[in-house]
């Protein structure tokens, strides 16, 4: 049983999965860019506090020289030594600012890095995902024009034959039994012509007629009797409960292609 909304949900899946790497791939690039500015801008405060700290340096230089010179007369001055103290201080204070910027700059970085491998992560899964989306649009016939046949019967080399004579026009689907058809019609499937066998165990081609008729959705989709039967009163009576056609086995195909031609423009009969 092949049915195309099966590969449509894999396909809506598939979609998904790209969508959400794709997501988290922006988000996680978004990340690096902010770490990036984040590295920058430490960066360009370390290199304020080191210009500082080079000015500190020099001017504590002067000072150490000028109490050196004082002590050699033995003359050092105590406002000379604390002012000394206080550059000393200040000096201490610049090289701590800087340490912790460096400090902040490895964390940036390796956060950075971080974020750069998780990066590297999601666009290979993204890729993956994107080559699985691609395989998958491939096997589905996305022009949307393709009609949907159910054929119903129980004799499979009857539906592998009809389904070889019909797909390349349309998209067949297949039941091998009344209960197997009506468990697609109660899934959700709403083809737009289905060919219906007579003789089937367990649940007739006239039984499962009588329950198509009773959903809904299934009372405008033209339906016609396929069946190796031939029998003028119970034609007469297909046509009396609203079926729209009925075909003998076995057929020519261009017969059959004649028949689904006329009953899908003229639908399925008003059964009054």
């Known amino acids: 049983m092949e049915i195309q909304d099966a590969s449509l949900l894999t396909l809506k899946n598939k979609i ?3 969508a959400n790497t794709s997501f988290e791939l922006s988000s996680n690039m978004s990340k690096t860019s902010i770490g990036v500015k984040k590295v ?7 290199k304020k506090l ?3 700290h080079e000015e500190k340096f020099a001017e504590a230089e002067k000072i150490i020289k000028q109490i050196k010179d004082v002590i050699d007369t033995k003359k050092a001055p105590r406002s000379a030594i604390i002012k000394l103290l206080d550059f000393m201080e200040d000096f201490l204070k610049v090289g701590i600012n800087v340490a912790a910027g460096i400090d ?16 590297n992560d999601m666009s290979t899964e993204n890729k993956s995902n994107f080559e699985a989306l691609k395989q998958e649009m491939e096997k589905i016939d996305i022009s949307g024009c393709k009609k949907k046949i159910l054929l119903v019967d129980d004799d499979e080399i009857h539906l592998e034959t009809t ?5 390349d026009e349309f998209e067949i689907i297949t ?6 058809a009506l468990n697609l019609f109660y899934q959700g499937l709403v083809p737009d012509l289905i060919f219906l066998d007579l003789v089937m165990p367990n649940m007739t081609g006239w039984d499962t007629f009588e329950k198509i008729k009773m959903i809904s959705d299934l009372q405008d989709v033209p339906t016609a009797f396929f069946t190796a039967t031939f029998d003028i009163d119970e034609i007469k009576q297909a046509f009396d409960a609203g079926v729209s056609d009925y075909v ?3 057929v020519e195909r261009h017969e059959l292609m004649k028949t689904i031609e006329n009953m899908l423009k003229k639908g399925a009969p008003i059964n009054e």
């Not at 389904?163 to 797909?167: G, S, T």
């Not at 039941?175 to 197997?180: K, L, N, Q």
């Open 16 to 18: 998904n999965a790209f």
């Open 40 to 46: 920058s801008m430490t960066v360009n405060k370390i």
């Open 50 to 52: 080191s210009d500082k």
């Open 104 to 119: 902040e700059i490895s964390e940036a970085i390796a956060q950075t890095n971080k974020t750069i491998n998780h990066v």
């Open 163 to 167: 389904r070889f004579m019909l797909q």
């Open 175 to 180: 039941a091998r039994s009344g209960e197997e």
């Open 248 to 250: 003998s086995k076995p």
